[in-house]
């Protein structure tokens, strides 16, 4: 069974400064990776998603995302952190062969803060 | 275009009273799907539907029930509310599954429910 794991419940960074948070997953064969954020009294958005292709996939609001398949790593970065940023991001898995839509995991979110 | 509406935004509930969370979408999406999300949890699956007339149990179904008479809505029934119910529930949906490559979910802003 495929599973995702946050290992920081919570993420600080000063305004400007580069931010990064992690993701790593298990699944068998190839996984879909999901990032997914929740600004506060909101549901879920949709940032970016890596199927197949370039390591390094860009999203929404100048995120992006480097998939490591050696260290089933999916980590969520941006340059230069904006006040705006600061929300609970998630990350989710899912495998290729179990596209139902049952098989979509989610980790526990990783708050971020970006401190002015 | 207002894409997946929740209500209500807030409920309080006495143990063992039953509520109806509504949930429409007007993208015409083939799938929904009920989230909980409780701090440090993540979101947990509690039922999904394919389409109109199918619905299935996701990862924590028990003391929900669902419907899906019309594409457009898929509400959640709490038949005995219980503390462990407690919850902020979301609403998503999304054209193909979720899991899928071109499939994002779209997300309700919740309900945040109370057992007392």
């Known amino acids: 069974a495929q599973s995702v794991a946050q290992p920081e419940d919570q993420v600080n960074v000063a305004e400007g400064n580069p931010l990064t948070v992690k993701c790593t997953y298990s699944?068998?064969?190839?996984?879909?990776l999901f990032w997914y954020v929740q600004y506060p009294n909101r549901g879920l958005q949709f940032l970016l998603k890596?199927?197949?292709?370039?390591?390094l996939v860009k999203g929404s609001y100048g995120f992006e995302a480097e998939f490591n398949k050696s260290q089933t790593s999916f980590h969520l970065k941006k340059p230069s952190a904006l006040v705006s940023d600061s929300a609970l991001y998630f990350c989710?898995?899912?495998?290729?062969?179990?596209?139902?839509?049952?098989?979509?995991?989610f980790g526990t979110g990783t708050r971020l803060t970006v401190i002015p | 275009n207002a894409g997946v509406t929740q209500t209500p935004k807030f409920r309080i509930l006495k143990i063992g009273q039953s509520m109806t969370l509504q949930c429409t979408q007007d993208?015409?999406?083939?799938?929904m799907y009920w989230y909980r999300q409780d701090p440090g949890m993540g979101l947990k699956l509690i039922y999904y539907?394919?389409?109109?007339?199918?619905?299935d149990k996701g990862e924590v179904p028990n003391g929900y029930n669902v419907s899906r008479s019309t594409t457009e809505d898929f509400p959640l029934r709490l038949e005995l509310a219980a503390p462990s119910q407690t919850s902020v529930y979301f609403c998503?949906?999304?054209?193909?599954?979720?899991?899928?490559?071109?499939?994002?979910?779209?997300f309700g802003n919740g309900t945040r429910l109370t057992v007392t």
């Open positions: 998503a949906s999304s054209y193909n599954p979720g899991t899928s490559y071109n499939s994002p979910l779209h």
């Open positions: 699944v068998s064969g190839n996984p879909y």
């Open positions: 890596y199927i197949t292709g370039d390591n």
């Open positions: 989710a898995v899912s495998a290729p062969h179990q596209t139902g839509a049952n098989n979509l995991f």
């Open positions: 993208m015409n999406h083939n799938y």
């Open positions: 539907s394919v389409g109109a007339g199918i619905t």
